[in-house]
């Protein structure tokens, strides 16, 4: 698989990410089936590999530390903390990127993913009770001490962007960017190009949308929280399929699956673009790390192009992002 760089992080242009593991979506799959899908990954090639202490909670990063354990100097673990705080009583599921709380996530999430460094440690939401500054300059003295090898954030403005890489560089911005959804296009994009940071895409196929296995709202299911993201809702999904409809065709036209045109149309859109698509199962992620291989025409990435993001919000609720 063809590997790309930035801000000194070296990965395969497609990464794995590992969320519906442990969290979200129904189906998680059990444990011998992801530990195997994981695996499954850096055999083919597939370096970074996507987790969050969020996820489970807790349980997806000691999942991902079992996956790679003997294997660890072939993987690139990024990781994510600032949704749980763990200055109270207990851990409680809320915004905190104090320098306190960063002490505490890096020790949880080395001692869950069985390291002494995390590669790529990502802000997951920007916290708007702390200045980026602080949270920024905490993290670049866990780069000091080792623990940390790159800072990233997740979901963060363009300004955002540029007063955290003013303080330490920032090797990475972690957004959801697919056909479905294309915020980051232009300010977001223009800010990372000036400044070398990668952009990770993540929900790279629009959370199962863009590979046509819906046809309905009633194909999601009921303890699936796309049940109530307003994408899947009825009246805007109808609206979504026409997305689905365009990738596929183009799929017919070159021989392959819309996970994959959806997937190449990222690739194509610079080689500072990482999409990490999730999944639980082997044979889905060798349809996916295939999409390294498909060549897409110029009038084809036209087409594409042309798309219309999707109907409706990606969130139910949006006001935790930054923007």
Not at 9 to 35: F, I, K, T
Not at 112 to 126: K, S
């Amino acid at each position: 698989m063809k590997h790309v760089s930035f801000g000194g992080l070296d990965v395969a242009r497609l990464g794995l990410g590992c969320m519906g593991m442990s969290a979200a979506y129904a189906g998680h799959g059990d444990d011998a089936e992801n530990l195997k899908t994981i695996r499954r990954a850096l055999d083919l090639g597939i370096t970074m590999i996507d987790t969050a202490e969020v996820y489970g909670p807790f349980t997806n990063e000691d999942l991902v530390g079992r996956a790679v354990a003997g294997r660890r100097d072939q993987v690139v673990i990024a990781t994510k903390f600032g949704q749980i705080s763990h200055l109270g009583d207990g851990p409680a599921r809320k915004l905190d990127s104090s320098p306190e709380n960063i002490r505490i996530a890096v020790e949880g999430s080395l001692r869950r993913l069985a390291t002494d460094r995390i590669d790529l440690f990502y802000q997951h939401r920007v916290d708007p009770t702390v200045p980026i500054e602080e949270t920024v300059g905490e993290l670049s003295r866990l780069v000091d001490e080792g623990k940390v090898l790159h800072i990233g954030l997740s979901e963060a403005s363009a300004e955002t962007i540029r007063r955290a890489h003013a303080t330490h560089p920032v090797t990475a911005l972690q957004s959801e960017y697919s056909l479905w959804t294309r915020d980051p296009e232009p300010e977001v994009l223009a800010v990372l190009r000036e400044r070398g940071i990668g952009l990770v895409a993540y929900s790279p196929l629009g959370r199962g949308f863009l590979t046509g296995r819906f046809r309905s709202p009633s194909d999601v299911a009921a303890d699936d929280f796309r049940r109530s993201n307003p994408r899947f809702t009825e009246g805007n999904f109808e609206q979504n399929l026409r997305i689905v409809d365009e990738v596929r065709a183009i799929g017919d036209e070159v021989g392959a699956t819309p996970a994959q045109v959806a997937l190449a149309w990222l690739l194509a859109q610079g080689p500072d673009i990482v999409p990490i698509p999730g999944t639980t199962k082997v044979s889905r992620l060798e349809e996916n790390a295939a999409a390294d291989t498909v060549v897409l025409s110029p009038d084809q990435l036209t087409r594409l192009t042309a798309i219309q993001p999707a109907v409706g919000d990606r969130y139910l609720d949006m006001t935790p992002l930054d923007r």
